[in-house]
């Protein structure tokens, strides 16, 4: 049912004086998605040149140990090093942890920073300060949640609002959940914050291993065929064209565009598809891993194809995880968690994904990231687990103008410190951006309306192409 009220929770920001649209699915998705921000093009005021059309990061929810898996330590302790011994590559002279076989394989495409530290061991607030760049304030605070002073957007957020111009599917994606502690609290720095609700990122709740998996914002309703839609697209335009006469307001262009994105989201085939999984082969969703995170990884790559901008597929965290230990929160049993339930799901996906990226020729100009919040402590703790590190913990870059086959930074012998090369958060948001083609003094403006870079940190020049 179409339906206009005078009144009612703003459509997006400084939009208060009219609430239109809910044309069968159309308006969820027009009302929440905020597709658009600012119509100014920072690339083209930046003079960047992008070496990357897309970026897909994989947020490994709870913080894998860099012990065991990309700054392996074979001649410390076994209480340091694990029980896990590092592989050669098939980069000269870069070893990984021996439970990542097949990624091992392909890490002449992939760049490891050894070195990185937020100097803050909680998830929510360490998590921030990855997903944003920005320090929170202060460090070594658990389940916070979104709101000032930690308020910066997340890079996908920064990069929807800098979108210019149409498209049929949103330039920011978030799936399968957002990122939540154990208390059911959700992290700061996954939201638009002070750039507004236009801004956020599209979030997916779904469980892309589902049998009957499909995205809701992404189907009409039963009773509405797209001839029916038309119907209804034709009658709005007609009723708005009444209230455009009496009202025009300044973010009237905003709102048509949003609207008319909607609409052609829920009319075009090539949007729809792209969440079909079951247009793949049953042999590619047997080789990106079968369990919700492999799934939720070929679901990026579609997406992907399909013209969305940036992906963050965040660890799936079900019911089934154990409360002591979820995700990769490995405070007990970490060789147990990491050889039976983790290592083998991430490889096969993340080695999945840039096969198939290099054999259609898509990995130069997609980005591929492997992050987290923070790493594991350098020693074991009484319950075989590890421990919140975040003085110096590792991750993976890939594809999108990245140098393959390269580590950049180290840490000391006990990976509890960085040695040389050390990064911070804000330099690994300034070098996704720089490959996105985004200078990291690209503007964004607070409520205040003050300038503010997009990142404060700087591209990570060794491991560029």
Not at 286 to 309: I, K, M, N, P, T
Not at 426 to 449: K, M, Q, S
Not at 456 to 465: A, F
Request: glycine share 10%.
């Amino acid at each position: 049912m179409l339906s206009i009220r005078d009144h009612g929770p703003n459509l997006c920001d400084h939009l208060s004086r009219r609430t239109v649209l809910r044309a069968g699915a159309a308006s969820a998705f027009a009302a929440g998605a905020g597709l658009v921000g600012s119509p100014a093009s920072a690339r083209a005021a930046n003079g960047g040149v992008p070496k990357a059309k897309s970026c897909i990061v994989l947020f490994l929810l709870g913080g894998p140990p860099q012990h065991s898996m990309f700054d392996p330590k074979p001649l410390a302790p076994v209480e340091v090093r694990g029980e896990f011994a590092p592989i050669s590559t098939v980069a000269p002279g870069m070893q990984l942890g021996e439970l990542l076989p097949q990624t091992a394989r392909l890490t002449n495409h992939i760049a490891l920073l050894r070195a990185v530290s937020t100097n803050d061991s909680s998830h929510s607030s360490s998590g921030y300060q990855m997903l944003t760049g920005q320090p929170h304030v202060p460090l070594n605070i658990e389940n916070v949640n979104p709101g000032p002073p930690n308020n910066f957007p997340t890079m996908g957020a920064v990069l929807q609002h800098l979108h210019h111009g149409p498209a049929a599917l949103p330039p920011a994606v978030r799936l399968p959940h957002n990122i939540f502690n154990t208390d059911l609290s959700v992290w700061p720095g996954q939201d638009s914050g002070f750039l507004g609700h236009a801004a956020d990122p599209w979030l997916f709740n779904c469980q892309p291993a589902a049998p009957d998996f499909a995205v809701p914002q992404f189907q009409l309703q039963a009773d509405v065929a797209l001839g029916r839609l038309s119907q209804r697209q034709t009658l709005l335009e007609q009723l708005e064209h009444r209230l455009r006469e009496v009202d025009r307001g300044p973010a009237e262009s905003t709102y048509n565009l949003q609207r008319e994105q909607a609409l052609a989201l829920l009319g075009t085939a090539k949007a729809r598809q792209s969440c079909d999984l079951n247009l793949e082969s049953p042999t590619v969703r047997e080789r990106y891993g079968r369990g919700q995170f492999g799934q939720s990884v070929l679901l990026a790559r579609r997406l992907v194809d399909a013209g969305v901008g940036f992906v963050q597929v965040n660890w799936f965290r079900g019911p089934e995880e154990p409360s002591n230990a979820p995700c990769w929160d490995t405070h007990a049993n970490e060789a147990g968690r990491l050889k039976n339930v983790l290592m083998p799901a991430f490889d096969q996906a993340y080695s999945a994904l840039l096969s198939d990226l290099v054999q259609t020729g898509r990995l130069e100009e997609t980005l591929v990231v492997v992050m987290a919040e923070f790493g594991r402590t350098p020693r074991f703790n009484g319950a075989g687990g590890r421990d919140h590190w975040g003085n110096v913990f590792s991750l993976a870059l890939a594809g999108g103008g990245i140098r393959g086959g390269v580590v950049h930074g180290s840490s000391d012998a006990h990976a509890a410190y960085p040695a040389d090369g050390q990064v911070s958060a804000a330099d690994v948001t300034a070098t996704i951006f720089d490959r996105l083609g985004y200078h990291p003094e690209t503007e964004i403006r607070d409520p205040l309306n003050r300038p503010l870079p997009i990142s404060r940190g700087e591209p990570i020049r060794p491991v560029l192409l």
